[in-house]
């Protein structure tokens, strides 16, 4: 998941310019990026663009790319073994956090807890901190209002469905990645069928 195979189209040309201008220029272009969509457009894939990005210019940073289920579940057992400190630790070093579907973290108060000062203490360092969601940060049910109002401070890019000409282009990048010549009748036909999601697209494909 790179820049690089990483389709642009209307439906997310803004999301895909605010993650390059993150990798180019981290905790001072955008910060936080929030980035919002349904499931399988491609949020996943910009998240992780950006990380192969900035570590490619900076092999040596300390970068951190983790969904919010992962999250919890690390919160979790901190509290059971009573390692809560060696996590904070270990989170407030980082120079880059990127956390993937951060709704996970709806009415799960102390995870919550333990994020919202995660967030407040690399964002004073100047540290960046990119998150995706299925939704706008405003209609995060479950979620405190002041972490909310956090993650709406920085730049907030949706990403859309793709129109039939990004689908198109789309099927012709995995046909030549497996090496299948892919007629354009056919690749028109199955872009106007498929219309939901990329991964939807791949699995008619």
């Given at each position: 998941?790179?820049?690089?195979?990483?389709?642009?189209?209307?439906?997310?040309?803004?999301?895909r310019a605010a993650a390059?201008?993150?990798?180019?220029?981290?905790?001072?272009?955008?910060?936080?990026?929030?980035?919002y969509g349904g499931v399988g457009l491609g949020k996943t894939h910009l998240l992780q663009a950006i990380g192969h990005y900035l570590l490619k210019r900076n092999p040596r940073l300390a970068l951190t790319y983790v969904s919010s289920e992962h999250f919890v579940n690390e919160?979790?057992?901190?509290?059971?073994?009573?390692?809560?400190?060696?996590?904070?630790?270990?989170?407030?070093?980082?120079?880059?956090?990127?956390?993937d579907d951060i709704q996970f973290l709806s009415n799960k108060e102390r995870s919550q807890e333990e994020f919202f000062h995660l967030f407040n203490t690399l964002y004073e360092a100047g540290k960046q901190?990119?998150?995706?969601?299925d939704v706008p940060p405003k209609m995060l049910t479950g979620v405190h209002e002041r972490m909310q109002?956090?993650?709406?401070?920085g730049m907030s890019a949706d990403v859309g469905p793709p129109d039939?000409?990004?689908?198109?282009?789309?099927?012709?990048?995995?046909?030549?990645?497996?090496?299948?010549?892919?007629?354009?009748?056919?690749?028109?036909?199955?872009?106007?069928?498929?219309?939901?999601?990329i991964r939807e697209l791949e699995g008619a494909f």
């Open positions: 998941f790179t820049f690089a195979t990483f389709v642009e189209g209307k439906s997310n040309q803004l999301a390059i201008q993150v990798g180019e220029n981290p905790g001072r272009a955008y910060n936080p990026l929030f980035i919160v979790v057992s901190a509290i059971r073994y009573e390692r809560i400190l060696p996590f904070r630790q270990r989170y407030r070093a980082i120079d880059v956090l990127i956390i901190v990119v998150i995706s969601a109002s956090r993650f709406s401070s039939i000409e990004t689908r198109v282009v789309i099927l012709q990048r995995l046909a030549a990645a497996e090496d299948i010549l892919l007629p354009d009748n056919v690749g028109l036909f199955v872009a106007s069928k498929v219309r939901s999601n």
